[in-house]
């Protein structure tokens, strides 16, 4: 079993920053990948970021050159740096895990708003 714990969500202004964290605990194991969703009011949830254990990193298009994922392996934590935010960014944001199987927090609301 892994567990996740999000923090670091909010309310913030359009153009504004916040930094996600996710820290994993239990049975963690090298070659993972941990990966950043949301899910905005009445959607599904989405895939927005992803980074291997050896710290290569996948975005979605939306979000390119604005949000960065990393990870500290060490601490068994990655995070989210998130700039110039926009409205649409506003979501509950979920960190997962996955090798083998796929665990998921219990997710962080973030919302862009003036």
């Known amino acids: 079993q892994v567990q996740l714990v999000e923090s670091g969500g909010g309310l913030v202004q359009p153009g504004g920053s916040l930094r996600l964290s996710c820290a994993a605990s239990?049975?963690?194991?090298?070659?993972?990948?941990m990966a950043w969703y949301r899910q905005a009011p009445g959607k599904q949830r989405d895939f927005v970021a992803r980074i291997t254990s050896d710290h290569r990193t996948n975005y979605i298009e939306a979000v390119k050159g604005r949000f960065t994922i990393s990870r500290d392996n060490a601490k068994n934590t990655v995070y989210l740096e998130m700039n110039s935010l926009k409205p649409e960014d506003t979501a509950v944001y979920y960190c997962s895990y996955l090798r083998g199987e796929r665990y998921w927090g219990q997710g962080t609301q973030v919302t862009v708003s003036s």
């Open positions: 239990g049975s963690i194991f090298s070659g993972n990948v």
